[in-house]
């Protein structure tokens, strides 16, 4: 008697528009405004968490670059309830706070196995940073400006750089692995590696359009951080709401079992 093995191929992917990225954006914003209050709430616990890394004490602020980008890389993950408010609002319902924390309460193990996945890499790129930093920082550092400072216009051009092409080629990866595959996985029955292959390829197959998204991501979080977190509260929200329209739309899904 045979036994049957997964299917661990990619679920089917559509092409789309070039400027696709803004329409998500767009749907996105009235996913929130359907749902302000548990959207928002989502916002600010994000924005909490990174006023609560920025609060780090002085001996631990050479931990701070790679603390804040290893916070972002588990941000697929931590906007699951956000999908599920956005799927809830495709089926007609009234998107409410308790849909969202079902989602969480029902997580699967697939998508858990994500989540552990997106926390060991932002656990890995703390534990880098801080030795990039402890190799070549020479300086005593007073403030998290002055860390900043000594990095990007000081002695540390070099660190900057090594830190800043590491920190682009493992957001790329974390980026194409992560795009679709948390919100794939809460909408369908479909084991973790393919889930992943599913969004390695979306965003394969779809370059220069995902290229666009990843830098409107980018372009957010910066002009979060440059208000303190505080952008944050608005930016999370519609991020989140918006990848699940960008899940609709990239992933076929019809073949799938539904949760």
Known sequence: MSIPIADTSPAAVRAIAMARPFAWLRLGWRDLLAAPAPSLLHGV??????????A????LWPLLPGAFTGFLLVGPILCTGLYELSRRRALG????????IAAW???TRPLIALGLLLAAAA??????SALLFKLFLRTPIDSPFD???YAVVGQGELLFWLWLLAGALGAALVFAA???SAPLLLDRRIGLRRALLTSVRAVGDNPLPMAIWAAL???ATLLSLATLMVGFVLAVPVIGHATWHAYSDLVDATALPER
């Open 45 to 54: 616990l994000i924005c909490l968490g990174g006023l609560f890394v920025l």
């Open 56 to 59: 780090l004490p002085q001996p």
């Open 93 to 100: 319902e009234q998107p409410r706070l308790a849909h969202a």
């Open 105 to 107: 309460r029902r997580g």
């Open 123 to 128: 656990a890995g790129w703390v534990l880098f």
């Open 147 to 149: 860390l900043l400072r």
């Open 178 to 180: 992560s795009a679709v």
């Open 217 to 219: 991501i980018m372009l």
